[in-house]
């Protein structure tokens, strides 16, 4: 069973008559050779199966000689990266009010996906691995700190990350399978231990009740390392350079004021 | 400067303008042209490599800006009726003339000497040209929307209503692939400037020094997004929000202190509704999730 990346180069098969040292002669050449039920060769001990513009799939070669038949599956794949980043259409930042009272802060969502095609391709070596986390909506969130994978259900219930689906801006980029088995070695490594969650390394929310000024928020860190950092370092292990996510945004939105600065959807789904 | 930083100012650059066929440039805030050799400066002067995720934060340093007027041509002497030039003493090839017209800039030309020959760059604002989308079936609405992005453009043209003379400007750049945030604070006056200028967007506040209250800001991509002004005592202003045709979606007042009802509009400028601020925070969290 063979993998291959994209653009990658032709593959040889070699069948060997056994336990004769050659093909029996009947009137044709043996051995045949079949990709799937097309027969592609007649005679000789090798073929050559190339990948290069043939759709991702399951691709079964097989040597028949007399009623005698050895096959193998070749896999071919296409590895994608896909970030999928959410952010509020009116800004960077929306509230969620109870009453004209601000409850929570959405910045939007950034989450990514390392994707296979054919979607089986997960069930073999090497991609078996990683089979969990391939294939999947991944997102880093703010409550439970924890990455979740689509379809997880969480708790405590976001109220800062929308779920890990695959809605608002989305870019694919192609990727070899080198480069996807490395991104995949990084998520199941940033599941396994994802840190701290840092939204962002400033954030200021006032409300300005005449004549004070009511502070909301006002916290510090020396990073981000939330959904769009970490969304970006993952395309980073795929080998792929992705437009910065760190920003600055101020506004009143209901009256609020919100200063921010440090990576955000919202500059990640602008610059994407 | 590498030639790598050279092409993302470019790139800064090309949101807020188009190319006239008469070789004028469109413009929509000053700020991001007067500001531009500054950055030019601080990028050419820095010598770690830009990274994409952890920004390079740059010393705060002074800038001395000088205000003076100028002796415009007969003809530009009919057709505006302010001018001055803006220059840096520590950048001495780029200077500033400033062209208003109803205490608005009307046209910016850059005027950059290298090597013994000045070349100028003429930018100028077009109203019309921003409004254009907005569907003609509401003249007053388009008279509002007009009035309130002027306003807007008026108070990001602060360094241009600053008196003549010489102020010490201070920056503060935090510099990313791509992305140029900065906060400047000038002498003698009493708010502080904060941008961020990414690729594809950019937003821009005036912020209280002592109080830190954010007095004015907006954020544009392609078009305006939302933005917000208030008068210094805050206790009169808006809040306002855009459709992409450049049209007013949603307005809400401050008068003394009070949160008016909000002004809502559809996508065409028509279908005119009033409602009370808690009931619209109420659509605004539709939005959200």
Not at chain 1, 64 to 74: H, N, P, Q, R, Y
Not at chain 1, 230 to 235: E, H, S, Y
């Amino acid at each position: 069973m063979y993998f291959r990346a994209n653009n990658s180069g032709p593959l040889a098969f070699t069948a060997t008559p056994t336990p004769s040292s050659q093909w029996p002669t009947y009137g044709i050449d043996y051995p045949t050779w079949y990709v799937d039920s097309t027969k592609v060769q007649e005679g000789g001990s090798s073929y050559t199966f190339n990948p290069d513009g043939k759709d991702a799939a399951v691709y079964t070669i097989k040597a028949k000689c007399g009623t005698s038949v050895k096959a193998i599956d070749v896999y071919v794949v296409t590895c994608q990266y896909q970030i999928a980043v959410e952010a509020p259409s009116d800004g960077a930042i929306s509230i969620t009010w109870y009453g004209n009272i601000p409850v929570a802060f959405s910045v939007g969502h950034a989450s990514w996906r390392l994707n296979v095609v054919p979607s089986n391709a997960i069930n073999v070596v090497p991609l078996k691995t990683y089979a969990s986390i391939l294939r999947k909506n991944v997102g880093f969130h703010a409550n439970s700190q924890t990455v979740i994978l689509s379809g997880e259900t969480l708790a405590p219930t976001p109220t800062l990350h929308v779920p890990d689906s695959a809605s608002g801006k989305l870019k694919t980029y192609d990727i070899s399978l080198i480069n996807l088995l490395a991104g995949a070695a990084h998520t199941a490594s940033f599941r396994a231990s994802p840190g701290d969650y840092r939204l962002g390394t400033y954030f200021r929310a006032t409300k300005f009740i005449h004549p004070d000024i009511v502070t909301l928020i006002d916290w510090n860190h020396t990073s981000s390392r939330n959904c769009a950092s970490t969304a970006v370092a993952a395309g980073g292990a795929c080998g792929e350079t992705l437009p910065s996510p760190y920003g600055t945004w101020m506004a009143y939105i209901g009256g609020v004021s919100i200063e921010y600065r440090g990576d955000m959807p919202f500059t990640l789904c602008m610059n994407l | 400067m590498s030639f790598r930083s050279l092409l993302l100012i470019i790139g800064l650059y090309f949101l807020s303008f188009n190319t006239f066929s008469n070789d004028i440039k469109e413009m929509l805030f000053s700020s991001t042209i007067i500001y531009k050799p500054v950055i030019e400066m601080a990028l050419s002067n820095n010598t770690e490599p830009l990274n994409r995720q952890q920004p390079t934060k740059i010393a705060p340093f002074e800038i001395r800006m000088v205000i003076t007027r100028f002796s415009p041509s007969g003809e530009d002497k009919n057709q505006f009726d302010s001018f001055m030039q803006i220059s840096f003493k520590e950048i001495n090839n780029v200077k500033f003339q400033v062209f208003k017209k109803n205490n608005l800039v009307q046209q910016l030309h850059v005027v950059r000497t290298e090597s013994g020959s000045t070349s100028i760059t003429k930018y100028e604002r077009n109203l019309n040209s921003l409004l254009s989308k907005i569907p003609k079936t509401n003249e007053a609405y388009i008279a509002q929307t007009q009035e309130i992005i002027a306003s807007l453009l008026k108070q990001e043209d602060f360094l241009t209503d600053l008196p003549l003379g010489e102020y010490v400007l201070t920056f503060e750049l935090e510099l990313l692939t791509g992305v140029f945030i900065g906060d400047v604070y000038i002498s003698d006056y009493p708010y502080y400037f904060r941008f961020c200028f990414a690729n594809n967007y950019i937003n821009i506040a005036l912020s209280d020094k002592k109080t830190k209250a954010l007095i004015f800001a907006v954020t544009f991509g392609k078009h305006i997004l939302l933005a917000n002004l208030f008068d210094k005592r805050m206790s009169n202003g808006f809040e306002c929000y855009f459709y992409s045709n450049q049209g007013l979606k949603y307005l809400t007042n401050l008068k003394e202190g009070e949160q008016m009802n909000v002004t809502t509009w559809n996508v065409n400028g028509t279908d005119e509704k009033k409602i009370p601020f808690e009931e619209w925070l109420k659509i605004m969290n539709k939005g959200n999730k």
